[in-house]
T-cell receptor, first 113, second 110 residues
Framework: DAGVIQSPRHEVTEMGQEVTLRCKPI?????LFWYRQTMMRGLELLIY????????DSGMPEDRFSAKMPNASFSTLKIQPSEPRDSAVYFC???????????FGPGTRLTVL | GESVGLHLPTLSVQEGDNSIINCAYS??????FIWYKQESGKGPQFIID?????DKRQGQRVTVLLNKTVKHLSLQIAATQPGDSAVYFC?????????FGDGTTLTVKP
């Protein structure tokens, strides 16, 4: 397996634009997680899915953020409209079972100007 | 205003020495703990885990110790190598939800 795949690896956009981050989890994993990492706040859990269903989105900062998982092999994290304070590295991770090792993707480095 | 980032603890060791990285966790109900390693430009990578019913677990060159009394976790790396240079995070899992520590930066001097 290629591991968790994220795209794009880097994204630079202007304030107010819509940003869509993509993730392909490891085949067979039933949990998918979205994290944000910044120097200010470290690694934060935004939302996670179980069998494509959102379970806990309490970490989503505000209504500008939304996440979907239309099928077991694809998830998106969307920011609309984006703001400079959204600049961070966004990681997707997947696992088999909830309380098990999570496999992280390489991350998407987002810069909002 | 001036921004303030996280001040990650740092540990600098000589190649071949043993390293000990510490982590204090907050939730006494956490039942599972994981140490992750994050190299520059990459996502966190699993190193070793431990369940709350254990106090020690050993891997190939790594050992994790859990002290539930004081809510403390440590990662010991034997014969540290330059490739071990990275940021190390502990994660505590309670009811399936992972909470990550701020991380410790390990630098290995050749």
């Amino acid at each position: 397996d290629a591991g968790v795949i994220q795209s794009p690896r880097h994204e630079v956009t202007e304030m107010g634009q819509e940003v869509t981050l993509r993730c392909k989890p490891i085949s067979g994993h039933d949990y998918l997680f979205w994290y944000r990492q910044t120097m200010m706040r470290g690694l934060e859990l935004l939302i996670y899915f179980n069998n494509n269903v959102p379970i806990d989105d309490s970490g989503m900062p505000e209504d500008r953020f939304s996440a979907k998982m239309p099928n077991a092999s694809f998830s998106t994290l969307k920011i609309q409209p984006s703001e400079p304070r959204d600049s961070a590295v966004y990681f997707c991770a997947s696992s088999f079972g909830l309380s098990n090792e999570q496999f992280f993707g390489p991350g998407t480095r987002l810069t909002v100007l | 205003g001036e921004s303030v980032g996280l001040h990650l603890p740092t540990l600098s060791v000589q190649e071949g020495d043993n390293s000990i990285i510490n982590c204090a966790y907050s939730n006494s109900a956490s039942d599972y703990f994981i140490w992750y390693k994050q190299e520059s430009g990459k996502g966190p990578q699993f190193i070793i885990d431990i369940r709350s019913n254990m106090d020690k677990r050993q891997g190939q060159r790594v050992t994790v110790l859990l002290n539930k009394t004081v809510k403390h976790l440590s990662l010991q790396i034997a014969a540290t190598q330059p490739g071990d240079s990275a940021v190390y995070f502990c994660a505590e899992i309670s009811a399936g939800k992972s909470t990550f520590g701020d991380g410790t930066t390990l630098t290995v001097k050749p």
